[in-house]
């Protein structure tokens, strides 16, 4: 979960924050975590229903049936596609610091395929695998934080030379709005280690401790990048690879290496987490005839998912290379509200159902799942045209795609 909420828009998200706060934008987190830590309270919950794969995807298949699970399938695999696409742009942007042709079009292209081709290939030959590249980037990827973290908090408190006072920018709603619709962004990723369960060991017992520890660490290094960055740049806004220029009124040339090194690697590491976890989505919607059986289809030697973990790949390699960090983040952040409404309005529809079904009961649930509710409609206001336009798209997609599942089934039936 930490690997995959920490990824990179810690390195990215900063400037476009304190472009909207200013030097409110660590409180902001705050508001931010407030609202993610209801939804993830909810999850907790509902999670502790299933053993099997699928996460939201399968929650709200049990609780509303196949049509609006098919919708969520959906926007659940458009966000995880943005989300990474976002990212894999960032790596190429911090790349291009140390060889600055990585931008140029073939060459580019050719380093997204490789880098995405090669977890690909990890994962197709085993979860552990995958899990184990996943747990080494997320070890390493803390460590370099921590280096960026004490070595500008050191500088601050010693050399007051390096302090800035961070410009004022107007606080309005529509600018605070937008700030927590992109730290929403930056949280998301908590849900999707919840879409591999079905290999996990016992995630209705772990699910609810993982969900508290990495909320709380997540929100943590956020707050402290966010202090760093405002006070030891002059204009934050203006730059597209906070951590690197910030590292470089405070850290020596070997310092600012390694955390561009580490912001590549951290970038790296949420690719690998996702890797992991997405293809999970469209396995779960395979193997309930919600999308073509080949999606559930098991490698016979390795027994993993093979065919969605290719197809994600290729989605990933195709909208990387045709996308940017900024539009992506807002319609990752956007796509994923509609989710996590669904994973909210659950709980109380679950606890109807299966009254003794959970293993986490969540005290004052439904208090909590009103709050959630409410968080996410207000950000749901935000959206703008495109984003508009590319969802009704997904919703359209998704519509036929449950015509295409319901014709089946009343076929198999009539010739039954």
């Known amino acids: 979960m930490l690997n995959t909420m920490i990824g990179a828009s810690i390195f990215g998200i900063p400037s476009i924050i304190a472009g909207y706060l200013g030097k409110l934008s660590p409180a902001g987190y705050l508001i931010a975590f407030a609202g993610i830590a209801v939804i993830a309270a909810c999850l907790a919950e509902v999670s502790s229903y299933f053993q ?8 709200t298949r049990v609780a509303f049936g196949r049509f609006a699970a098919i919708q969520i399938g959906w926007l659940t695999w458009l966000s995880r596609i943005t989300a990474c696409s976002g990212v ?3 790596f190429i942007t911090y790349l291009s610091s140390f060889f600055p042709a ?11 395929t490789v880098l995405i081709g090669f977890l690909a290939a990890v994962n197709y030959r085993g979860v552990s695998g995958g899990k184990a590249l996943s747990n080494f980037f997320t070890i390493t990827k803390i460590l370099l934080l921590t280096l960026f973290i004490a070595g500008g908090f050191l500088a601050l408190a010693f050399h007051p030379s390096v302090r800035v006072t961070p410009a004022a920018v107007p606080l309005t709603a529509a600018n605070s709005f937008q700030a927590i619709l992109l730290m929403v962004y930056a949280y998301g990723g908590f849900e999707a280690a919840l879409f591999a369960s079905g290999e996990a060991n016992d995630p209705r017992k772990d699910a609810p401790v993982a969900l508290l520890i990495a909320t709380v660490t997540a929100t943590l290094l956020y707050i402290c990048v966010q202090v760093v960055v405002i006070y030891t740049l002059a204009n934050p806004g203006a730059t597209t690879k906070p951590a690197v220029d910030s590292a470089r009124q ?3 040339p070997v310092g600012v290496t390694l955390v561009a090194v580490g912001t590549l690697i951290s970038v790296y590491g949420y690719l690998s987490a996702n890797m992991l976890h997405t293809p999970r989505v469209t396995f779960a919607m395979g193997e309930r005839g919600d999308f073509p059986s080949l999606f559930a289809a098991i490698h016979p030697r390795f027994r993993t998912p093979h065919f969605s973990i290719v197809i994600f790949a290729v989605m990933l390699i195709l909208f990387s290379i045709g996308g940017n960090f900024r ?8 796509s994923r509200l509609f989710m996590y409404g669904a994973i909210v309005a659950a ?5 109807r159902k299966y009254p003794d079904g959970a ?4 005290p004052a649930g439904m208090f909590f799942a009103v709050v959630g509710l409410a968080f996410m409609g207000v950000l749901l206001t935000q959206m703008h045209r495109t984003e508009v336009i590319v969802l009704s798209i997904t919703f359209t997609v ?6 295409w599942a319901r014709g089946s089934v009343l076929g198999i039936a009539h010739e039954s």
Request: charged share 10%.
């Open 52 to 59: 099997e794969a699928g996460g939201p995807y399968l929650y």
């Open 88 to 90: 894999a742009n960032l």
């Open 102 to 112: 990585v931008t140029r079009g073939w060459i580019r292209g050719t380093i997204l």
């Open 250 to 252: 405070f850290l020596g």
């Open 327 to 334: 539009w992506n983040a807002s319609l990752s952040a956007i």
């Open 347 to 351: 709980l109380p529809v679950l606890r």
């Open 359 to 362: 293993k986490f009961q969540l």
């Open 398 to 403: 998704a519509l036929l795609n449950w015509l």
